[in-house]
């Protein structure tokens, strides 16, 4: 599957805080830790003061696909159902990955283990900071 590009796709203009906190509180359960940790990460670098305006609308149209329930793979479909969710997340993790602070990290992690009790539990090194294609 084709990694949808960001800049093409105008779903920041349905981000809303709002509705991230809604939607990821759904699929804390479904779409796993990889996805709510990478969608902490990208939400608390667009909040920074840091990062520039054309990051944090690559990250609210990111975070903006991730909320519409309409997208290329419907998200109750068992396995596959977050698959272009998060290959729009990643897409623009790749692109403001700099950005990510410690701060930031901790951040993420903090609300990952209010919702997941063994996040992290087992890794010498911290939660989870690189992704697939880093590796």
């Known amino acids: 599957m084709k990694t949808p590009d960001i800049q093409d796709i105008e779903y920041r203009k349905s981000y809303s805080d709002k509705d991230f906190w809604k939607k990821v509180g759904k699929i804390a359960k479904k779409g796993g830790e990889q996805i709510v940790y990478l969608a902490l990460l990208l939400f608390y670098v667009m909040k920074s003061e840091e990062v520039e305006l054309k990051q944090k609308l690559m990250i609210a149209g990111a975070l903006g696909y991730l909320i519409l329930p309409v997208d290329l793979i419907p998200d109750f479909l068992p396995v596959a159902g977050y698959a272009d969710d998060f290959a ?32 992290d539990s087992g890794q010498k090194d911290g939660p989870v900071d690189t992704f697939p294609d880093e590796q």
């Open 88 to 119: 729009a997340l990643m897409a623009a993790y790749g692109m403001i990955k700099a950005c990510v602070t410690p701060e930031i990290k901790l951040q993420a992690t903090a609300k990952c283990r209010e919702w997941f009790r063994d996040f």
